[in-house]
């Protein structure tokens, strides 16, 4: 499997034992998110579901990203991801909310060459985690590089609490 599923069975089993939740709201992972952790055995027991947003209209209308702040970064920046992670826990009766967005490929007419993401991690309204991440890998590939790297931060997290 292309995700780490030692990494989701110990986020299922953790968050199971404690009776929490989770939900994610995606732009660059365009649902590798979502499949990663659905692919889990008894999913429906801690993941509660997710939206894929994908472009700036739909950031701003379904997780109440500020459009100009959105406009002035390309959807990519830190307060964006943290918006997303708190609107998105409410929105599926979630404990903890995930979101993630960054890019996937090189933009070089805008000067991109480095892929990064930025991702949040929100539990009870409070951003706990808001880290940007980068991967060597493009489109895809990338998109999973960035779905396994935040599943395993999200457990490194769980681990702690």
Known sequence: MQ????????????????????????????????????????????FQGG?????????????QVDPILANSCD?????????MALQV?????????????GYAAPMPEKGLND??????????NEVL????ISTGKERVEAQVDYTNQVMRKFLDLLLKK
């Open 3 to 46: 995700y780490n599923e030692d990494v989701v069975n110990e986020i299922k089993d953790i968050l199971t034992k404690n009776a929490q939740t989770v939900a994610v709201a995606e732009s660059v992972t365009a649902g590798h998110m979502q499949a990663a952790l659905s692919a889990a055995v008894e999913a429906s027991k801690f």
């Open 51 to 63: 939206i894929t947003a994908y472009n700036l209209g739909q950031k701003c209308r379904h997780l």
């Open 75 to 83: 959807c990519v920046d830190e307060t964006v991801a943290r918006t």
């Open 89 to 101: 826990a409410p929105m599926f009766a979630s404990h903890y909310g995930i979101a993630i967005t």
């Open 115 to 124: 892929l990064y993401a930025w991702y949040a991690i929100a539990h009870h």
């Open 129 to 132: 985690l808001c880290e940007q």
